[in-house]
């Protein structure tokens, strides 16, 4: 009966959302509090949906080289951050990040040195998203 998953698997299943989106979203946020000293709750979700993005990705794609991984969680991210700025920053007005003065800008939500460092930080995020599906939720490659 291939396709069914034993009850024990069906609990790891259940848990597994809820462990990734929590490790992503306390994890960037905490990230935030050391690189800058502050975050904003916002930034907790954004954390939460990349990771999960980044998550399935490298259990979608568990044999791909792992900087073409971390190149596309990197420019995921950077679509995020865009989307989160524009809503958060330039059309709330909450003022949480400003990018303007950086090179390589885009409406000082997004830039250059900020993907680059995405794509760093991307690289052990995908080891350690690998071990996960491996050692705690128990995937196949």
């Not at 907790?44 to 999960?52: D, I, Q, S, T």
């Not at 259990?59 to 865009?82: D, M, N």
């Not at 989160?84 to 390589?104: E, F, K, M, R, V």
Request: hydrophobic letters at 50%; one cysteine or more; proline letters at 4%.
């Amino acid at each position: 009966m291939e396709g069914r998953r034993t009850p024990e698997e069906h609990i790891q299943h259940l848990a597994e959302l809820p462990l990734l989106l929590l490790t992503g979203g306390v994890g960037y946020y905490a990230l935030e509090l050391l690189w800058r000293g502050r975050s904003h709750w916002s930034m907790a979700v954004c954390g939460a949906v990349c990771f999960l993005f980044i998550y399935r990705l490298n259990q979608t794609y568990p044999h791909a080289r792992l900087w073409v991984c971390a190149l596309q969680s990197a420019l995921f991210i950077t679509a995020v951050e865009l989307a989160a700025g524009c809503l958060l920053n330039l059309w709330l007005g909450l003022g949480i990040w400003d990018y303007s003065s950086l090179p390589c800008q885009f409406l000082g939500q997004i830039c250059l040195p900020y993907t680059a460092l995405w794509f760093a930080l991307s690289l052990p995020l995908c080891l350690l998203c690998r071990l996960m599906g491996r050692l705690i939720f128990l995937e196949k490659d």
